[in-house]
């Protein structure tokens, strides 16, 4: 059996096909696209309260976070108490999905059930509020 060194084969003319290779590249990169849940932070930092009966959260849940300051935040932006029953309609529309409320521990509880009622008056079904487990 006779030994063939790579610049022999290169001065061959013979080619190395990467066809199969970035197709194969490709194909895992849609896989995992595909595969990968996706799940809407609200872009702000909460302290959530602490709860001995909390559970986990659902991946596919609408996400509101409420500030200590009062401020309301869906998806990175501030939609006030007014932008609350528009945004949670308009998530209901694509998906149907309980909503869950990231109150933060120092929020004041007015605007909290204030926001709880809003969310149900756009046809939420469930309505939790996140807390993290002692």
Do not use: W, Y
Not at 83 to 97: D, I, P, S, T, Y
């Amino acid at each position: 059996m006779k030994r063939v060194r790579m610049h022999e084969l290169v001065d061959q003319g013979v080619d190395i096909n990467l066809s199969p290779l970035i197709d194969c590249v490709f194909l895992l990169l849609i896989f995992f696209m595909v595969t990968t849940v996706f799940v809407e932070e609200t872009g702000v930092e909460i302290q959530k309260p602490q709860a001995a009966t909390a559970q986990q959260l659902e991946r596919h849940s609408i996400l509101i976070a409420l500030t200590a300051e009062g401020r309301v935040v869906f998806a990175g932006r501030e939609i006030g108490l007014n932008g609350v029953r528009g945004v949670v309609a308009h998530q209901l529309l694509e998906r149907e999905a309980p909503v869950i409320i990231l109150a933060d521990q120092n929020a004041r509880a007015e605007p909290l059930v204030d926001l709880i009622d809003e969310c149900k008056l756009a046809g939420a079904k469930q309505v939790s509020i996140a807390a993290v487990q002692e």
